[in-house]
């Protein structure tokens, strides 16, 4: 006989949160809905690059061209890096998880109130889901939180510490950010403010987003967030403590995890296109867990929303070529959260083919 496929328990609403679907005593195996086969294995890696932001802004010139080498090498090899020594307090890094947790713990009808918004309102809230090449909306083990701090801020209301946790935290990681992207200007030897400039970062585009996953009693079974690559330029991502992002490394899977007091950074669709194909946007992918609840804080930075980003012209003309299609940024974002189907990049329609 056909094993029936489980549902969810009669006690849940069928719109609740993961949370409350997974704090549920009754729920044993992962809901029809929810459930994705996936083969989530992946390795341990002793060689994930770590890059130490204090050489980086170091007087010592040995010490900044040493941080400039090995942030190149960690762009070009692996579009992924452990950030140390970034100069933000270990307070403010535990007041953002913390906060972000006070959001999901919120009632129901709190974190509903953003649910229906669409990828043009400022802020959104849910259980993630995702299109199935086959058009079957399935939903992800995670719920989130997001919401655009710049160049406007936006923030929900609720958890009332957020608001002031958010505007410190941002303008933090904003002032770290700029300072990698000089770097980065630096070592694709593009002139001094250049990059500032043509990606107009004075008004840039960052994005707050908090990721709530549960314990999943099949974790073989749901996804926390299937294989993608993130718009902007670069992501920061801090968390709990508990393991998730794996990265996809020379077509290996591997697992991530960042000492504390650190951030998991990676390089992203836009810093691929602008530097003409030199650095990699990484691929990657949140997977769960059945021991213990995972919360992750990203925030993704990008160019203004009105900037057009396509490959910087001084490396368009070393090259010989562009390699990618120009697009405004904000554009650029607003297909690809709407191009959300498993097994498609809007990357890879943004590369211009030696036959186009
Ligand atoms: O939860 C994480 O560690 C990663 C989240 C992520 O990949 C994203 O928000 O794009
Ligand atoms: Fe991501």
Redesign the pocket.
């Known amino acids: 006989m056909a094993a029936t496929a489980p549902m969810i328990p009669s006690n849940i609403a069928d719109n609740s949160s993961v949370k409350t679907l997974a704090e549920s005593s009754t729920l044993s195996s992962v809901p029809s809905h929810f459930a994705i086969a996936n083969d989530s294995r992946a390795s341990h890696c002793d060689s994930i690059p770590i890059i130490d932001f204090s050489l980086l802004v170091s007087d010592n010139p040995d010490h900044r061209a040493k941080g400039l080498r090995d942030l190149d090498n960690a762009c070009r090899e692996w579009g992924f890096f452990v950030l140390v020594n970034h100069g933000i307090s270990e307070s403010l890094l535990k007041d953002i998880v913390d906060v972000s947790l006070e959001y999901f713990e919120l009632p129901e009808e709190d974190k509903r109130r953003y649910e229906a918004n669409t990828v043009a309102d400022p802020i959104t809230s849910g259980t993630g889901s995702v299109i199935t090449m086959a058009n079957q909306k399935i939903n992800l083990w995670r719920d989130f939180v997001t919401s655009y701090v710049h160049p406007k801020f936006h923030c929900p209301p609720k958890p009332h510490r957020l608001r002031e946790v958010l505007v410190e935290y941002s303008e933090k990681t904003r002032s770290v950010v700029r300072k990698l992207l000089q770097a980065i200007g630096e070592n694709l030897e593009l002139e001094k403010g250049y990059i500032d400039e043509a990606l107009k970062l004075n008004s840039c585009y960052q994005l707050y987003?908090a990721?709530y996953y549960p314990p999943c009693p099949q974790p073989d079974q749901a996804m926390?967030?299937p294989t993608?690559t993130?718009h902007g330029l670069l992501?920061l991502?801090v968390?709990n403590g508990v393991a998730?992002?794996q990265i996809q490394h020379n077509g290996e899977w591997f697992n991530t995890n960042s000492p504390q007091n650190s951030f998991?950074v990676n390089t992203a669709d836009h810093l691929e296109i602008f530097s003409n194909g030199r650095y990699k946007s990484v691929t990657?992918r949140?997977v769960v867990n059945n021991e213990a609840s995972r919360i992750?804080v990203?925030m993704?930075n990008g160019s203004a929303p009105d900037a057009i980003v396509g490959p910087a012209e001084p490396l368009v003309e070393r090259d010989g070529r562009a390699y990618y299609r120009p697009l405004k940024f904000l554009e650029y974002v607003e297909n690809k959260r709407s191009y959300q189907h498993l097994g498609k990049t809007i990357l890879d329609s943004m590369k211009i083919q030696d036959d186009d």
Request: avoid cysteine; charge should be negative.
């Open positions: 987003a990721h926390g967030i993608h993130d992501t991502v968390h998730g992002l998991l990657h949140a992750s990203v993704a």
